[in-house]
């Protein structure tokens, strides 16, 4: 599954200016990020769903889901240009009035008798609408608030972006299930074309939640200011660029930094669509044949809120020790419990319990793990000239691992079964630990 913490976007300012919002922000800091949270969602988790459900093996479904984590990944190489021109509040509701007209084009494109090619088209195109919507959506939060009313509303921020996620991954999957099952009549363990019914409504809803969040948001949404760095031309963009990736590459230590947000949730990105494919595929294929319901509830919402009281824990647990001291238990907090999968699979237990349960145990210990990951990139990678910037070429390596991986696991996850593909991620924890245990601290924590 996609992690708690939303993809970072790049702003060209570390000192933004501020600008008094014209409506109070919770009307719309919360919707912001919410909107931001179901087209990611959409697009690199429900997506491996859907392309399980439609009859994709499993080798397209994680590649071509995975893949789509691109835009994401390289937009800190545009957000720049996307500063110059009209405001961000413009480009936020163009993006969200595009994506809506978009999810509906992926609905009216499924009645085609080979849309696979034209959902994937569609799909390419929003991941990038998306990207945008985050990084312009970000840039109104940063310049539209002062420094004092960032801190207040950082917790909205993260609460909606993973209610967000919620409503995606529990109430949009669970009701394609429904819809399939009872509105159209089909066996929700079959998979195959008939289940582009179920998911033409979801994507009709989906068009037509970012069209009503764009019409909300055009009436509450400050414009956001101008930052104070902001490039005035595209020269003096590609100028900045290269300057953040020049003062990137002096920083002390860089490349065990590189390493380490790379390598430290490589072990995820191996897990994340196979771990998905395995709890829908058939017991005669090694999985545990859930439906889209029995799956949403377990994933989209346990398992959602078990990483988000593991992520509380973890962030109270390195406030306590020092993220020195606290890394490598971090590290087997976010490894080691991936055996969870390989249990699974071994015994592909029918009790919906103890699948439950397992999802539970791995996901809470991810989130108290991966706490360690952002806090090290905040307090060793991005403090600098560029901190924003740097922080998120960070968080781009990290989403360059995720896509890398995911491309890949499909297919070694058909070559070696369930059961031998959960042992190699057992074994991909190893580089973690090495990168863990050499990561340079040369930063004090304030």
């Known amino acids: 599954m996609t992690t708690t913490a939303r993809p970072e976007t790049s702003s060209y ?113 929003l991941s990038f609408l998306g990207a945008a919507q985050d990084i312009t959506t970000d840039g109104v939060y940063v310049t539209s608030l002062d420094s004092k009313s960032q801190a207040l509303y950082c917790g909205w921020q993260s609460l909606s972006w993973n209610l967000g996620k919620l409503a995606m991954m529990s109430v949009m999957v669970v009701s394609s299930g429904l ?42 949404m400050p414009d956001g200011a101008r930052a ?13 660029l290269i300057d953040a990736f020049v003062t990137f590459f002096q920083k002390k230590g860089i490349w065990l930094m590189i390493g380490f947000a790379l390598l430290f949730r490589v072990s995820f990105g191996f897990l994340n669509a196979p771990s998905m494919l395995f709890m829908k595929d058939s017991l005669e294929n090694g999985g545990l044949a859930m439906t889209n319901q029995e799956f949403g509830i377990i994933y989209g919402t346990l398992g959602l809120v078990a990483l988000l009281v593991g992520s509380l824990i973890g962030g109270a647990y390195v406030a306590k020790k020092g993220l020195k001291k606290a890394l490598f238990p971090l590290c087997i907090c976010i490894n080691v419990p991936n055996v969870t999968f390989l249990l699974l699979a071994i015994y592909q237990p029918e009790s919906y319990a103890l699948v439950a349960a397992g999802v539970i145990i791995e996901q809470f210990f991810f989130g108290v793990g991966s706490v360690g990951f952002m806090i090290y990139l905040m307090q060793q990678m991005a403090p600098g000239k560029y901190a924003t910037t740097h922080y998120a070429f960070g968080t781009a390596l990290m989403g360059l691992c995720m896509m890398l991986t995911g491309m890949v696991s499909g297919v070694l996850q058909e070559m070696m079964g369930y059961i031998g593909y959960f042992v190699f991620v057992m074994l991909a924890t190893i580089p973690s630990f090495i990168i863990c245990w050499f990561a340079p601290f040369h930063h004090k924590a304030d």
Request: glycine fraction near 8%; proline fraction near 6%.
């Open 179 to 220: 819809l399939h099952q009872y509105v159209f009549g089909h066996d929700p363990h079959i998979t195959g074309p008939e289940w582009g019914q179920a998911w033409q409504v979801v994507f009709l809803m989906m068009g037509a939640l970012m069209l009503l969040m764009a019409g909300w948001h055009w009436r509450v």
């Open 13 to 125: 300012a570390d000192t933004p200016a501020s600008a008094a919002p014209r409506r109070h922000p919770l009307l719309w800091v919360p919707t912001g990020y919410f909107t931001m949270a179901l087209t990611y969602n959409m697009l690199t988790a429900a997506a491996v769903v859907m392309f399980s459900n439609l009859g994709m093996d499993n080798a397209k479904a994680a590649g071509y889901a995975s893949a789509l984590g691109l835009a994401y990944t390289i937009k800190p190489l545009y957000a720049a240009f996307l500063e110059m021109y009209k405001t961000k509040k413009f480009f936020v509701l163009l993006c969200q009035v595009l994506l809506g007209l978009g999810f509906i084009g992926v609905a009216l494109s499924m009645n085609l008798p080979s849309y696979i090619t034209v959902m994937l088209v569609f799909f390419w195109i």
């Open 228 to 240: 104070e760095n902001t490039p005035s031309s595209p020269g003096e963009a590609v100028k900045t």
